[in-house]
């Protein structure tokens, strides 16, 4: 169950790094549920060499939008631009470890997210601590998984507290604590992470115990400078 639950951190859709015009518009047309128009736009530009197109181009393949979903082909497309784009090689990554639509092989999908993360790609910190506490690619580290989730946390992805929460509800590297599992699932709850609800169900805390992890979840987005805030009445 952890396995899994941990591998579903990755699972986001991978976007471009940096946008070109031609793909900028592709973006406002997908917008406006003009995935045709996008398509065309996108592969005229990756004709032309445009290596954003070509990488959002992979992004219609790999998702299923406005053709058959097609990993092999996304990957291909992925494989061209992923040399200066961090999103494209944490999304590569993760395709080399679920082995979608190229074979499985975690160790290259570590060296993947590693150039990722040093390009603070936020996804990547995740993906990296998923690694470090699978034993994916890499001897399991529990203490290297935690200083990826709170990285990625620092960089304001929800699903870097929901790692660090499952480390504590688990006591992988640290003393098992529910309570500090349920601050940090709040937390991931508030930067709108749909698998703390899951999470947070899964510890049943009584109500008092639950009003204490609030108020630590609220310390938590504090000290990591997000705006977002835990109600008092969460459950």
């Known amino acids: 169950m952890l396995r899994s639950f941990l591998v579903a ?11 070109s015009p031609a793909t ?3 973006r406002r047309l997908l917008a406006q549920g003009q995935e045709a128009q996008a398509f065309e736009r ?11 197109a070509v990488a959002l181009l992979g992004w219609f393949y790999d ?16 494989r061209r631009v992923v040399r200066d784009n961090p999103s494209v090689q944490w999304r590569l990554g ?28 936020a996804n990547a910190h995740v993906s990296l601590g998923v690694m470090y506490a699978n034993g994916r690619g ?19 992805n929800g699903a870097g507290f929901l790692g660090v929460g499952l480390l504590y509800q688990h006591g992988l590297g640290v003393t098992a604590s529910a309570n500090e599992a349920a601050a940090w699932f709040l937390a ?46 969460a459950r």
Do not use: I
């Open 9 to 19: 951190l990755t699972l986001a859709t991978a976007s471009a790094a940096a946008a």
């Open 24 to 26: 900028d518009e592709a």
């Open 42 to 52: 996108v592969e005229a530009a990756a004709r032309r060499g445009d290596d954003d």
């Open 63 to 78: 998702t299923g939008r406005h053709v058959g979903q097609d990993y092999v082909r996304a990957a291909e497309y992925y």
């Open 94 to 121: 993760v395709m080399y470890d679920l082995g979608q639509g190229v074979p499985e092989n975690p160790t290259e999908a570590l060296r993947l997210f590693r150039q990722a993360a040093g390009n603070n790609d």
């Open 138 to 156: 890499v001897s399991p580290d529990y203490v290297q998984a935690m200083r990826s989730y709170r990285r990625a946390a620092e960089l304001g």
């Open 188 to 233: 991931a709850q508030a930067l709108r992470d749909s698998r703390a609800d899951e999470a947070l169900a899964a510890l049943s805390l009584p109500q008092q115990q639950m009003q204490a992890a609030v108020s630590r979840a609220n310390q938590l987005l504090q000290s990591y400078r997000r705006r977002e805030r835990v109600a008092a009445s």
